[in-house]
């Protein structure tokens, strides 16, 4: 039954991905569906691996690990990816667990990413997060600081930053949000763009994203 609504859904968000994408002229192909696994039961996810998919995003590194880690440990090939703030004091561990972060927003946490990743011997992909809103409430970087941070994490850690995310405010329409962080993208030679959750998608596709966060409309409603 699980698996059964899991498999809908999943073929429902791909069909409207593949939609949004070919009435912009995009390939179905150039846009990463992330399944947002944080606080699903443990048959849902099961259900949605079953299902195929690869790519997960989770907000919390401590959750992430209780979840994936014996899993990884079992031999299992997936992607995760941190979507939510990290603190500073959990780089080594985020290092450790995940192939992308998506949340770099203040130098002390590139600081403490760049000891994590030598001391490691290996390096996640890194994202910086935009607060295209400006939101006092959230994570990010303020868009007219975009430009300089990112030059910084190149020129002062030797970062190569693969992308940009953000999160638009939730009463206002996301399009303009989503053409702003494009634009900084691409004048700092960023290729990647992490944009749209469950309720705005679609319109991230067509504004270019190349990896959408999807939770609800794949699990459905938490709790």
């Given at each position: 039954m699980v698996l059964q609504e899991i498999t809908v859904a999943r073929a429902d968000v791909l069909a409207r991905i593949a939609a949004a994408a070919k009435s912009v002229g995009r390939e179905a192909s150039s846009v990463e569906l992330v399944a947002v696994s944080k606080v699903q039961p443990e048959e849902r996810i099961a259900a949605?691996?079953?299902?195929?998919?690869?790519?997960?995003?989770?907000?919390?590194?401590?959750?992430?690990?209780?979840r994936w880690q014996?899993?990884?440990?079992?031999g299992l090939k997936i992607e995760l990816r941190l979507i939510g703030p990290l603190q500073s004091n959990k780089a080594k561990e985020a290092v450790a667990l995940f192939d992308?972060?998506?949340?770099?927003?203040?130098?002390?946490?590139?600081?403490?990413?760049?000891?994590?990743?030598?001391?490691?011997?290996?390096?996640p992909r890194l994202y910086v997060q935009v607060n295209t809103g400006e939101e006092e409430q959230k994570a990010g970087v303020a868009p007219l600081?975009?430009?300089?941070?990112?030059?910084?994490?190149?020129?002062?850690?030797?970062?190569?930053?693969?992308?940009?995310?953000c999160?638009?405010?939730?009463?206002?329409?996301?399009?303009?949000?989503?053409?702003?962080l494009a634009k900084i993208a691409a004048r700092n030679?960023?290729?990647?763009?992490?944009?749209?959750?469950?309720?705005d998608y679609e319109t991230a596709v067509m504004y270019g994203a190349t990896s959408v966060r999807v939770g609800s409309a794949l699990f459905g409603a938490r709790g």
């Amino acid at each position: 039954m699980v698996l059964q609504e899991i498999t809908v859904a999943r073929a429902d968000v791909l069909a409207r991905i593949a939609a949004a994408a070919k009435s912009v002229g995009r390939e179905a192909s150039s846009v990463e569906l992330v399944a947002v696994s944080k606080v699903q039961p443990e048959e849902r996810i099961a259900a949605m691996l079953a299902t195929g998919q690869r790519v997960f995003g989770e907000n919390r590194v401590q959750e992430a690990q209780s979840r994936w880690q014996a899993r990884r440990q079992a031999g299992l090939k997936i992607e995760l990816r941190l979507i939510g703030p990290l603190q500073s004091n959990k780089a080594k561990e985020a290092v450790a667990l995940f192939d992308v972060i998506e949340t770099v927003d203040r130098m002390k946490l590139a600081a403490a990413l760049a000891d994590a990743c030598a001391k490691a011997g290996k390096a996640p992909r890194l994202y910086v997060q935009v607060n295209t809103g400006e939101e006092e409430q959230k994570a990010g970087v303020a868009p007219l600081d975009a430009d300089g941070f990112i030059a910084s994490l190149r020129r002062d850690y030797g970062f190569a930053i693969e992308g940009l995310m953000c999160i638009p405010p939730a009463e206002e329409p996301a399009g303009p949000h989503f053409a702003l962080l494009a634009k900084i993208a691409a004048r700092n030679g960023v290729t990647s763009l992490s944009m749209g959750m469950s309720a705005d998608y679609e319109t991230a596709v067509m504004y270019g994203a190349t990896s959408v966060r999807v939770g609800s409309a794949l699990f459905g409603a938490r709790g």
